[in-house]
């Protein structure tokens, strides 16, 4: 069954990445068109800071599901390292059950701010609010599936620690040399 699980993680973290990627390279054309209209043509464009700011928090919270499926999220390892192995492993369990619990909560309270904003169009681009707010529980849905995944693997042991592995790329920077 974990097997299954984790294709699907895979499939998702790939489409993840697609959608990064597509979010990514458009906050690039956009601001590239933003400078040349504004400092070349002298004509500024009315609606691309808006559209930039709101592909800035999806990129930003799409980010976090990826660090999530990677299990590289931000922690403290010094205090890991000193405690007894056990009790490493129960505080562990303990952070991704409280983290699935926040994660739920962000979603209920991301849909609660996706509907207040209802269909309030933004100043220039008239599209409704909603479409940023969604960002949050949209995330969030795929942080807790992927934070389910590693609370799973680790209380029954079975599965890789991670479905996501760092590639050598990552670590290197792409380049041909090797980390000591």
């Given at each position: 069954m974990m097997e299954a699980f984790d294709k699907v993680i895979t499939v998702?973290?790939?489409?993840?990445?697609?959608?990064?990627?597509?979010?990514?390279?458009?906050m690039v054309g956009v601001l590239m068109a933003h400078i040349i209209f504004r400092y070349v043509l002298n004509s500024s464009l009315t609606w691309s800071e808006e559209l930039l700011k709101i592909l800035l928090v999806w990129f930003g919270m799409m980010s976090v599901a990826i660090l999530a499926v990677r299990r590289e999220h931000v922690s403290i390892v010094i205090f890991k390292e000193h405690m007894p192995k056990k009790m490493s492993a129960a505080l562990t369990m303990l952070a991704?059950?409280?983290t699935v619990v926040i994660c739920l909560i962000v979603i209920y309270v991301g849909i609660q701010y996706v509907?207040?904003?209802?269909?309030?169009?933004?100043?220039?681009?008239?599209?409704?609010?909603g479409y940023a707010?969604?960002?949050?529980?949209?995330?969030?849905?795929?942080?807790?599936?992927?934070?389910?995944?590693?609370?799973i693997v680790d209380l029954t042991g079975k599965g890789n620690y991670a479905v996501i592995e760092k590639k050598e790329e990552d670590l290197t920077g792409g380049s041909d040399m090797k980390m000591d």
């Open positions: 998702l973290y790939k489409i993840i990445k697609v959608i990064l990627c597509v979010v990514l390279l458009t991704q059950i409280i509907l207040a904003a209802g269909h309030r169009p933004t100043p220039a681009l008239r599209l409704p609010y707010y969604a960002a949050i529980p949209v995330s969030f849905v795929f942080v807790t599936i992927f934070e389910l995944r590693n609370l």
